[in-house]
């Protein structure tokens, strides 16, 4: 059961729902997609550490068969490569590897090497296993990395939590495409629900089966529970605004292994969620 946790901005509380909801499974994947600032590993501390070097393939051409044609440089949309001096130039901090200019060099004067991106760090904290991707700084795109964390055998766990990046661009729809539940995290301000829209829209545009988490919840109106009445969006809980989950939470605590009522909170809303894709299996199969 591989559930995404998504959040229209960052700081609404996706990590820490997704950390805890995975330490209140008797046996979880967690995998941190929010690759360009990824955190979670700072409240599990995993143990049993393997890291694994990410690379994409970059183009470079052999001065000797290249006939100055430009046609890849006609090819590349990204004004990756330029002819300067009678040398084919690759400015790999925009090449998005697809390969197209290798393919379509009449010369087969283009081939490629691999160029580091980033790493995947995997280990273990008590009954999660976590998997945390990491993009190099300054790299264009976490997508070669997501995909590498996303393509786990999950099979002996019986939950995949997917913290998804904030936000609502191609690294997200990357990170939930094969998601079989959405979770949403939304705060309860007008800002919060001007993102929390977004993330709406897109698991909605994925046709994704999804529900809501309000977080940092006080008392009156919330004008993210009233967005989700407008629109028909199921609560699956509330979080309260509270100075002891800030507390745990700031300083990287699990609060599902730091208190009963906190696991017990946590637990009851896996259950929720449990029967919420339980259903939508049979419903749409």
Do not use: W
């Amino acid at each position: 059961m591989k559930i995404a946790v998504l959040s229209g901005k960052g700081g609404t509380g996706k990590t820490m729902l997704s950390v805890n909801l995975a330490a209140a499974a008797k046996k979880s994947n967690y995998i941190d997609c929010d690759v360009e600032e990824p955190n979670g590993h700072l409240f599990f501390q995993p143990k049993e550490l393997v890291m694994e070097g990410i690379s994409v393939k970059i183009p470079y051409a052999d001065d000797n068969l290249c006939n100055g044609c430009r046609k890849c440089m006609d090819f590349c949309r990204f004004n990756a490569l330029a002819y300067v001096k009678d040398k084919l130039i690759v400015f790999e901090e925009v090449c998005h590897s697809c390969g197209g200019c290798s393919l379509l060099c009449p010369e087969r004067a283009i081939f490629e090497k691999d160029r580091l991106i980033g790493q995947v760090q995997r280990g273990i904290s008590d009954n999660v296993t976590v998997i945390t991707g990491i993009l190099n700084t300054g790299e264009v795109s976490g997508i070669p990395i997501i995909k590498n964390i996303l393509n786990i055998d999950g099979a002996e766990k019986d939950y995949t939590f997917i913290d998804c990046p904030p936000g609502s661009s191609c690294i997200v729809m990357e990170s939930i495409k094969d998601a079989d539940y959405c979770i949403l995290v939304a705060e309860p301000t007008l800002f919060g629900v001007h993102n929390f829209n977004m993330v709406y829209e897109l698991v909605r545009l994925f046709n994704k089966p999804y529900g809501a988490v309000l977080n940092k919840c006080l008392e009156g109106e919330n004008p993210s529970e009233v967005f989700c009445r407008e629109k028909g969006i199921k609560i699956l809980g509330r979080i309260p605004f509270d100075k002891e989950i800030g507390t745990l939470n700031s300083n990287a605590l699990i609060l599902a292994r730091q208190n009963k009522k906190y696991k017990d909170m946590f637990s009851a809303l896996l259950q929720i969620v449990t029967e919420e894709v339980r259903h939508e299996t049979v419903t749409n199969p």
